[in-house]
Every structure is written in C-alpha cells, then in structure tokens.
C-alpha cells in the first residue's frame, strides 16, 4: 500500500546534539515532499520542501533535508539542536502533481537541557 | 499580510449535534483544503475547494460536507457528530490547481461529548 512512515515515535535528544529524523515513502514516481513541525496545541509550519534538483534542500531554523531515491527517503536533519525545537515534526508527500498531502504518524521531539 | 485563519478556535459540542467552522484562506490564495488530525495522528486529508467547488475529497462520509465562498473563504459541516470526531480540525490555503505547497492555520479543536 502507498504510504508515508516515520520510524521513530519519539525522540529525545540533548540540546546542543545534532538530529535526524527519518522519513519513508512508498510511491512509484518521485513525489513532492515537505517536512513541517507542529508545536503544542498549534497549527503546522513548513520546514522546507522537495519537488526537483538538488537532493540536499535548505530550510528554516537551520533544518535541512536530503532526498534519496534509491532508498525512497527524505531525512530531516539539524545539526544543532535547540531547546525551542522541542515539537511534532510531519513529513508529508504529495504523489504528484494535483493530489493532495499524505501525512506521516509524526515523531516527537523532546529536548534535554 | 495575514495567514491561514480559523475559527473558532475551540467547540465542545454533544453527540448528534452539527458543527460548522470556518476558514480565511492567506492573502492571495485560492485554494482551501480540509483536514482532520487525531489526538497523537498525522492530518488525515477532508477534501478540498477551488473556485468554490469540491475538486478531491478524501475518505470520509457524507456527514462531512463544506463550502467556498467567492472570496475563497471555506467552511467545514460536519453532521450527527460521534465521539471519534473528536480532533483538531485543520484548513490549509495554496494557490492555484497545482498546490503544491499548502500553508496551514492554526486549527479548531472540536470535543464531541
């Protein structure tokens, strides 16, 4: 079945430490993905998206991605992480152009101080 | 320049009862799209309005039912409402029919006792 996973439920990381969040898809063609966080309580944000080029895309908040075809992934990384990044973070795949968004389960993501 | 908005920003409401929420699509935007995310869930995909017709809707039942407006505002209706429609309620605004990136608003938490 076509489908966007997220292998980790929660993480939990030391602020300070460095990041990386994993993302799946399985869909035939290369889709659009987006990778979004979501802070208690609140809406979504985009982090940053892939639709063609470069496999290594650039983001907000210093976050940055890298899509690999060969393993159908696009890991969400940072190298850095703050305690203000503590939140719900969403891969998202549109598997093409004119469908709509396939959410991921979600990982969590707590900071130690 | 104002982004997604929604209201209202909470609702409790009794099983069987109906609901209607509402969305103000980002500024220059005219595509709204609907969606539901469970408590610990990713956003489930509702359906979606362009020129104030429903082009794509998920898979959910006809107890779900919304409307665009000329100026691309959307509402949400959701009917003879169950305890599993308890979620946080989310519109995302893009432009135009490739849409390929979406900017969501802050949601509208519903609790259907």
């Known amino acids: 079945a076509q489908s966007v996973t997220q292998p980790d439920i929660h993480i939990t990381v030391s602020e300070g430490a460095s990041l990386e969040l994993r993302c799946n898809y399985s869909y035939g063609a290369t889709p659009y993905l987006f990778w979004y966080v979501q802070s208690p309580g609140q809406g979504l944000q985009l982090l940053l998206k892939y639709f063609s080029g470069d496999t290594l895309v650039q983001g907000i908040k210093g976050f940055e991605a890298e899509f690999k075809r060969s393993q159908s992934s696009f890991n969400l990384r940072k190298p850095s992480v703050h305690w203000s990044d503590a939140a719900e973070y969403f891969c998202a795949v549109v598997p093409f152009r004119g469908q709509n968004f396939v959410f991921g389960p979600g990982t969590r993501l707590s900071v130690l101080p | 320049d104002a982004g997604v908005t929604q209201s209202p920003t909470h609702l409790i409401k009794t099983r069987g009862q109906q609901v209607t929420l509402r969305c103000s699509p980002k500024s220059g935007h005219d595509t709204v799209s609907w969606y539901q995310q469970a408590l610990g869930q990713g956003p489930q995909f509702i359906f979606q309005?362009?020129?104030?017709?429903?082009?794509q809707r998920g898979n959910f039942p006809d107890r779900f039912s919304g409307h665009q407006f000329p100026n691309y505002s959307s509402e949400l209706n959701v009917n003879a409402l169950l305890l599993g429609d308890s979620a946080l309620y989310l519109c995302?605004?893009?432009?135009?029919?490739?849409?390929?990136?979406?900017?969501f608003g802050p949601g509208t938490r519903l609790l259907v006792l």
């Open positions: 995302a605004s893009s432009y135009g029919e490739g849409q390929e990136t979406q900017y």
């Open positions: 309005y362009y020129e104030e017709e429903e082009r």
